[in-house]
Structures are given as C-alpha cells and as structure tokens.
C-alpha cells in the first residue's frame, strides 16, 4: 500500500507536471493533494483543472481560503495596502470563479485507519487548522496542541514549504513540503510517499527536478504582473532562491509603507535590493520572535 502526499503546488503547472512524471513510475495506490493547489503562481486554472481531471482526493489549504475570501464582491472601506496583499488570491479568483464551490466542499483534513488499526491522517496543516504549521523550530508543547486531545499516529501535512519528519510523542509528523514554491533552498519539487511495509509504515521524501526558469520567465510576465500586482515581484524571488520572501516583505516592508514612508513599488524595490544573505538573517531573526512569543 503506497499513498503520495502532495501539498502547495501554487498555481505551479511546470512542478505538478514533473511530479506527475515520476508518480507514473510509481504507481501509488492514491494521491492525496494537501491543500494549496491554487494561489501564488501563474497558472491556477491549469493547475485546478489537471487536478480535477486527475481525480486525485483534494484538500482545502488557507490559500484557497483566500480565493474564496477574494471572490466575493470587494467593499468600498478594503485598506489599500491589504488590496496589494490581497491581490494575488483576487486575481486567481477572477481565473478559476467557478471552482469556488468546489473549493467550499473541500475538507481541510482526512483520517483513515492503517493495517494495524493506526490512524492515519493528511492533513494541509494540522488537523484542527490550515494555517498552522509543523517548522523544525516549533516546540513540543506547541506541537502537542496542534495535534490535539487524540493525536494520530502518523501525520502527513504541508504548509510550511520547509520538508520535515519529526516524532512528537507517539506521532509521526511527516512534513512533504512544497511542490511548486520549496522554501528549503532547493528548488527541485517535493511530494511524499507514504507506504506500508512490513507491517510498518515508511515515509519517503522524494524531489524532482524542473524548468524553474520557465516558471520564473511566466511569473515575470507582464500579464502576471499586472494581474498580481507589485508583490509579482516578491513571488519571483521566491522561485529564484527558494525560500520564503512574501510574509517577511509583509511583516517588514508593508508597515513601512502603511505608515507613508515608501511607497508600495519603492517599498518591493528597496526589498529586492537587498541580498539574499541580508534577507535569510531578518527571516532568522522573525523566526526566533515568533518562536519566543509562542512560549508565552
């Protein structure tokens, strides 16, 4: 028995076309997609109807949340600054209107009972919630209650983007991290093989290589661009380097720019600017004052 775990593909059609390549030589018995298929990279409505046509069993990841959140009618007091924020998921919303329904009947996770009567579940995040996430960094105590008061015994989720096997207690946290948008500084796509063997379950990280260049060159497009608005730029960034840059622009750049100090397209040039070494010590950094204040 095989299951593949795929998670955060964003919207990424080159990375998702990749990982379907190895999966043929695979064959698992299912795949499981956790969330995030949609939002942030250029091609959502590729994306949503190869999936849909793949027939694979699909989760609802926060960002597709936020598709749904953005296909409502916008309200004439929406803050300017949470309109660029915003403006990837609204953009994304315009291409794909009609799988918002869909996207509402999506489960955030699923459980099922293994060989030996272990519960299994696949999860975008943690099982109670799709905005949180297992880091390398986050504590037992913080883990403990993302598993909640009856934990499984093996845990496959994403959300992170960061790949991650980890035992809390008598749980298997295995992170598949990202298809489409790996922020571990390795741009290859990652999914997750879970199989039962030998009486036991075995976890798999596999990475596939693609033309990253050839989403970079779409993603840097005009037409994406002005659909997604100044933070297209900061998307690019991501898939160049590999690591994270949207919420760390969001967290030091965007009050900045709310307080009337830079404006929006000065503010993304400034960010970008600088080099990824700068950039990898503020993350460090926010890392350890989010760490810190969840101790409290």
Do not use: C, M
């Given at each position: 028995m095989r299951v593949a775990i795929l998670a955060d593909i964003h919207a990424n059609l080159s990375a998702l076309e990749a990982v379907i390549a190895d999966l043929e030589t695979l064959e698992p018995d299912q795949v499981i997609v956790a969330g995030d298929f949609q939002n942030r990279g250029p091609f959502p409505r590729e994306v949503t109807y190869r999936l849909f046509a793949l027939g694979w069993t699909l989760l609802r990841g926060n960002h597709e949340d936020y598709v749904i959140i953005q296909s409502q009618p916008a309200t004439n007091n929406v803050d300017q600054i949470?309109?660029?924020s915003w403006q990837p998921a609204r953009w994304t919303a315009e291409q794909v209107p009609e799988t918002v329904p869909r996207l509402k009947s999506l489960p955030i996770s699923i459980?099922?009972?293994?060989?030996?009567?272990?519960?299994?579940c696949i999860a975008h995040g943690s099982p109670r919630s799709n905005e949180e996430g297992f880091f390398p960094s986050t504590s037992d105590a913080k883990a403990k209650e993302m598993l909640g008061a009856s934990p499984?015994?093996?845990l496959c989720c994403g959300?992170?983007?960061i790949p991650l096997s980890r035992q809390?207690?008598?749980t298997a946290v295995f992170n598949v991290g990202s298809v489409g948008f790996p922020f571990d500084g390795d741009s290859r796509a990652a999914y997750g093989m879970l199989s039962?063997?030998?009486?036991r379950w075995k976890?798999?990280?596999?990475?596939?290589?693609?033309?990253v260049a050839d989403v970079v060159a779409a993603v840097s497009d005009s037409g994406f661009y002005e659909g997604a608005g100044p933070l297209g730029q900061i998307i690019q960034r991501e898939l160049e380097t590999a690591r994270p840059h949207l919420t760390l622009f969001t967290m030091t750049f965007l009050p900045r720019v709310r307080a009337g100090e830079l404006g929006i397209t000065e503010a993304v040039a400034e960010y970008l600017r600088h080099p990824q070494a700068e950039i990898e010590s503020w993350y460090a950094q926010i890392r350890k004052k989010i760490i810190a204040n969840s101790k409290r």
């Open positions: 949470d309109t660029y459980a099922a009972e293994g060989p030996d009567g272990s519960i299994v499984p015994q093996i959300h992170t983007h809390i207690d008598g039962w063997n030998n009486g976890t798999e990280l596999r990475r596939v290589g693609y033309p």
